[in-house]
């Protein structure tokens, strides 16, 4: 199982969902989608459907300083800025 299928299994089985969502880097010349994880404690429902199903999740990510200096994302786009 790679890194990825483990990241979703552990979602789903600790915390009861498994989520991604599609994301572009506008900032690069050939723009192709890419998933990022995003971690379910971030999840909040909003709403639900007549069928009881889940229609549409509000995600809040709280983020330090020093978690965005070890990504590798954020740490990109810093330096495609200019800055740092």
């Not at 600790?14 to 994880?37: K, N, Q, Y």
């Amino acid at each position: 199982m790679d890194e990825r299928q483990q990241a979703f299994y552990f979602d789903w089985f600790g915390h009861g969902g498994a989520f991604v969502i599609p994301w572009v880097d506008w900032a690069a010349s050939e723009r192709h989608p890419f998933l990022v994880r995003m971690d379910p404690r971030w999840a909040y429902p909003i709403a639900f459907d007549s069928k009881e199903q889940l229609t549409q999740i509000l995600f809040i990510k709280y983020r330090r300083t020093a978690d965005l200096e070890h990504d590798p994302v954020a740490s990109m786009r810093c330096r495609s800025c200019g800055a740092g």
